[in-house]
């Protein structure tokens, strides 16, 4: 399905993308593209570069896809000792990669709802963890989650 | 080449480099010995792409403004039929000590031209080790950041692009990634070097060496052997995934980086994004004896050849670092005040950057501007 996903996302807007024109290309204007593949450096490099671009590592999830459907899906933060434990922390990105789980899961529903809650509580910007910019605790961003989630 | 005999050259380079104290800064290489009768001779490699009619434009501006640089021009391109015309251009600037270079396209005959082979043998039999971009926001350029000044030093000669795999079992393709000391020591000197004389306060390294133990582990140690003799500069060093990261979030927070090539490729087209694309930024490789001038982010813009609307900036500033070298000071601050007197002031911008130019009026502007200056001009 990827590999699908990719010859046509490719082929139809940019034929040749070669290395120098790509990441120009993403910086400026990264809405152009789809899904990206690429080797083990390049996708270190990039997917960080891409994560900056959409508001850093607290709200970027992943997951490392293996044969026979084994996976492990991880935020790519690192442990941030100096917020461990203050209830501070931004939950978004495990929160999200939890969601990429249970779409692997074909749990499309209940991956459906966390996420749209996640969402629309980040969209509404009432209550946000400080790396957002807002003030609010870890325990009230995930309640204001759950409470969404109860609603819909 | 083999592994060892690239090793032994650059020792005995080095060896000679360091007794003669030869590890210069920019502007402090001689200016080469193509000069007669006053005038200068620059090697010139139009390319394919937008090249050849921007490089045009290049020559146009210089006439009108009366520069005495005369141009050679050598064709490396998809033209090529044999392997004699890379050496002819090697050859070419060896004779002049400086080449003014647009990109290639790949083109497979039956004799296979790559265009990035070709720039690696270059790079290499002219020894230009120091590949240094300078990105800078332009006032007159809408962009998410802004006030980004940052100096690229990338690596040039080895690393990621030794161009030398294997395939020694079927299908499983093994690729050398060569760091020396002595061109890591090298490239680290000139780094700072440049940032001392540019009043520069920090050099950040960007690295991968908690992956590469060795090979980036090796670059990082000899940056940090000739960070101790600059003890008036910050020293600091960042790993090139979270650099990337940063440089799309706080560009500011960057001043003067060092890198092997590879990461020095991709910061490169990073930093040129954010300023407002690859039509803006110049770029320059130099080595002990040689410089070649060129974009910063070498694409050949084949979509857009001939149209009238490749941006003509990024080339005229490359000519302009190229009078800086050769000395011409007045000339260079010339043209290049009236590029930027175009681009921030009468804010006339090709496509790239959101205008409606062509290259033509652009270059028009550029020549009014500089005529307006009251120096002795040719007819336009």
């Known amino acids: ?152 | 080449m083999s592994l060892r005999h690239k090793s032994c050259l650059f020792d005995t380079m080095f060896i000679r480099d360091h007794k003669k104290s030869q590890l210069v800064a920019s502007n402090l290489l001689q200016p080469p010995p193509a000069k007669y009768g006053g005038r200068h001779t620059v090697t010139l490699i139009p390319g394919d792409g937008i090249g050849p009619e921007l490089f045009s434009h290049v020559r146009e501006v210089f006439r009108f403004s009366c520069v005495p640089v005369d141009f050679e021009v050598v064709q490396v391109n998809s033209a090529l039929e044999t392997e004699d015309d890379i050496n002819n251009a090697i050859t070419a600037i060896r004779r002049n000590g400086v080449a003014l270079k647009g990109e290639s396209l790949g083109v497979f005959t039956r004799y296979t031209f790559d265009p990035a082979l070709h720039r690696c043998i270059l790079f290499t039999s002219l020894d230009l080790y120091a590949n240094v971009m300078h990105c800078q926001s332009l006032p007159g350029v809408q962009t998410r950041h802004k006030n980004i000044d940052i100096m690229i030093i990338r690596e040039n000669t080895e690393g990621e692009y030794s161009s030398l795999e294997h395939e020694s079992v079927s299908g499983v393709v093994e690729s050398l990634k060569i760091i020396t000391r002595n061109n890591s020591l090298r490239i680290a000197e000139y780094a700072f070097r440049l940032a001392r004389e540019k009043g520069r306060r920090r050099v950040t390294a960007v690295h991968k060496a908690n992956i590469m133990k060795l090979g980036d582990g090796l670059f990082l140690q000899c940056c940090r052997e000739v960070a101790s003799g600059y003890p008036d500069i910050t020293f600091d060093s960042m790993i090139v995934d979270n650099t990337t990261m940063q440089l799309v979030s706080k560009p500011q927070q960057f001043d003067v980086m060092v890198m092997p090539n590879l990461y020095g490729n991709v910061v490169s087209n990073v930093c040129a994004g954010l300023v407002g694309g690859p039509g803006l930024v110049p770029g320059a490789n130099y080595g002990r004896d040689y410089a070649v001038f060129e974009t910063a982010t070498r694409n050949t813009g084949k979509s857009i050849a001939n149209k009238n609307i490749a941006n003509p900036t990024a080339l005229l500033l490359a000519s302009c670092m190229m009078l800086d070298h050769l000395k011409l000071y007045d000339y260079a601050t010339l043209i290049r005040n009236a590029v930027l007197t175009t681009m921030n002031e009468t804010q006339l911008h090709t496509a790239d950057i959101g205008g409606q130019g062509t290259t033509s009026e652009v270059v028009q502007s550029i020549m009014r501007i500089i005529q307006s200056k009251g120096q002795r001009t040719a007819e336009m």
């Open chain 1, 1 to 152: 399905m990827a590999s699908n996903a990719w010859r046509s996302a490719v082929s139809t807007r940019n034929p040749q993308l070669f290395h120098n024109c790509f990441i120009t290309c993403m910086v400026q204007d990264p809405t152009q593209f789809d899904i990206l593949v690429m080797p083990n450096l390049y996708g270190d490099i990039l997917s960080d570069l891409c994560a900056g671009l959409i508001g850093g590592l607290g709200v970027t999830p992943s997951g490392n896809i293996g044969t026979n459907g084994v996976a492990i899906f991880e935020s790519v933060h690192g442990t941030a000792p100096d917020i461990a434990g203050k209830d501070m922390a931004n939950p978004t990105a495990l929160l999200l990669s939890a969601v990429m789980m249970l779409r692997h899961m074909g749990l499309h529903d209940h991956a459906k709802r966390i996420e749209t809650a996640c969402f629309d509580t980040i969209r509404d910007k009432k209550v946000l963890t400080g790396d957002l910019g807002g003030k609010s605790k870890c325990s009230e961003f995930t309640e204001a989650i759950c409470q969404r989630v109860r609603d819909l």
